[in-house]
């Protein structure tokens, strides 16, 4: 497999990987996957502040990972392109992966 650019690398990082470094804007894809949404339900699901969701999907709007718009006296987001929740998944797949390896490597006897 050919080097991935580092240009390519820091778009990827800049775009995708430091907006998902945050749990409650996972929690917030993952709601959008569901159905779209305005701020005020997606506050209210998830148990959030509003405020704290606003801020949180701005950023998600900024790295284009969202989309909005406006119905009536709404602001409805939704998910850009719903891949995202399959690279999710992935990592989630990942993760149990290595918890089970982990666990499976402390649980072995230990070999002298």
Do not use: F, W
Request: proline share 7%.
């Amino acid at each position: 497999m050919p080097l991935i650019p580092l240009e390519e690398i820091q778009l990827l990082h800049n775009y995708i990987c430091q907006s998902v470094n945050d749990p409650k804007r996972i929690q917030i894809l993952y709601a959008l996957g569901e159905q779209p949404m305005h701020v005020t339900a997606l506050a209210d699901l998830l148990d959030m502040p509003q405020p704290t969701v606003s801020r949180h999907l701005a950023l998600l709007r900024q790295r284009l990972l969202v989309t909005s718009e406006r119905s009536g006296s709404v602001v409805v987001y939704s998910l850009t392109d719903p891949r995202i929740l399959d690279v999710l998944d992935d990592m989630r797949r990942i993760l149990r992966e290595v918890l089970e390896r982990q666990a499976g490597v402390l649980d072995s006897p230990s070999q002298s």
